[in-house]
């Protein structure tokens, strides 16, 4: 079983930042990627980001060039620093682990950005 386990949601003004961490622990035996997906209230769950073992990364359209994605492959955590935070971005963030033939989220996180 593998466990993810985020953390960094929370409240911020229109043009804060947050960082958004996912640590993940448990019977790993590879990940292939490591992500962030978002689902705001009456909206279907999206791809906010994703990053590769390799590093290769891709983005939403709505977030590049105010999100990066990065990851720690010692510490089998990925983050997600969020800058020029916009009102739509509100939504229950959730962290996502791919491996050969499994996948795993999280519990997900609450970002609420005020206008």
């Known amino acids: 079983q593998v466990q993810l386990v985020e953390s960094g949601g929370g409240l911020v003004q229109a043009g804060g930042s947050l960082r958004l961490s996912c640590a993940a622990s448990?019977?790993?035996?590879?990940?292939?990627?490591m992500g962030w997906y978002r689902q705001a209230p009456g909206k279907q769950r999206e791809l906010v980001a994703r990053?590769?073992?390799?590093?290769?990364?891709n983005y939403a359209d709505s977030v590049k060039g105010r999100f990066t994605i990065s990851r720690d492959n010692a510490k089998n955590t990925v983050y997600l620093q969020m800058n020029s935070l916009k009102p739509e971005d509100t939504a229950v963030y959730y962290c996502?682990?791919?491996?050969?033939?499994?996948?795993?989220w999280g519990q997900g996180t609450q970002v609420i950005v005020s206008s």
């Open positions: 448990g019977s790993i035996f590879s990940i292939n990627a």
């Open positions: 996502n682990l791919e491996g050969s033939g499994y996948g795993y």
């Open positions: 990053i590769a073992s390799g590093g290769s990364t």
